[in-house]
């Protein structure tokens, strides 16, 4: 048995990987701050429709979901099984579960039904169940991008009669609606399973002819960014907790300066 154990291979680090989706947390922390801010009146800014706001936010989803595909292509290789899986996919239904139940205590009429977590718990089957699709990841990606532009064109126009059908709770999951529903978190299926698809499709390219591209330790020139590497591989665990960390830390704060919300 000890001669077994001694002989099993040292598993491989992804610390470029894990970097990378670090820097996705970061960005997030520092826009739901921003965001809570605003929320709770200390700082006027629309998150709904200005662009510095719109568009960061759509960077940091495809960011955090890319860096999903990326992860699934590495556990491909390294031929981690269906049980595995499973038990990731497990804690993420139930964090997504978590954040429903949160945001409804907070945002009773718009809590988040179908966030980001939420997302992934579908789009990471699809993932796994298409992995080899091989290069016709990218075309399949490319396809699950347009979607949602062309369903919002029919539902808006010549089948506007089934747009009360799909933009209903119902179906609006899969993303082809013709209005954004009244919600806090909004990742459906469609088109963001193309940015894990592509994620997917590039960390299968970059294992295969560029494996130093993720694999390994940070170089010394980016030893400072160990922190972020460290992060990236407690992600979950960080994205349930931050936001209450952060409206606590602000709550205290309002009081303690006699700024209440």
């Not at 031929?79 to 139930?94: D, P």
């Not at 960014?225 to 960080?238: D, F, N």
Request: aromatic fraction near 16%; charge should be positive; glycine fraction near 10%.
């Amino acid at each position: 048995m000890a001669h077994r154990a001694l002989s099993t291979p040292p598993r491989l680090r992804f610390d470029r990987l894990d970097a990378l989706r670090g820097l996705a947390m970061v960005w997030m922390t520092l826009f739901h701050f921003c965001f809570d801010l605003s929320y709770l009146g200390y700082w006027s800014q629309d998150f709904l429709a200005d662009p510095v706001w719109t568009l960061q936010r759509t960077a940091i989803v495809s960011l955090f979901l890319f860096c999903a595909g990326l992860g699934q292509a590495v556990t491909l290789q390294q031929v981690q099984g269906w049980a595995r899986f499973a038990r990731r996919w497990v804690q993420i239904a139930g964090c997504a579960l978590l954040v429903s139940v949160g945001s409804w205590w907070m945002f009773p009429h718009s809590f988040i039904y179908f966030g980001v977590l939420h997302g992934m718990v579908v789009m990471l089957l699809l993932a796994r169940a298409t992995a080899g699709w091989g290069r016709w990841l990218w075309l399949a990606g490319g396809v699950a991008l347009l979607l949602p532009w062309a369903a919002h064109w029919a539902l808006s126009g010549p089948w506007v009669q089934w747009a009360i059908d799909f933009n209903a709770n119902s179906l609006n999951w899969l993303g082809l609606v013709s209005r954004k529903p009244f919600t806090e978190d909004y990742v459906p299926v469609l088109p963001w399973l193309g940015v894990m698809w592509w994620g997917l499709a590039a960390g299968q390219w970059l294992l295969l002819h560029r494996p130093c591209w993720l694999q390994g330790a940070l170089p010394p020139a980016l030893q400072p960014l160990q922190p972020l590497a460290t992060l990236g591989r407690w992600s979950l665990s960080y994205y349930l907790l931050h936001q209450p960390v952060l409206l606590g830390v602000l709550f205290a704060g309002g009081w303690a300066l006699g700024r209440a919300p």
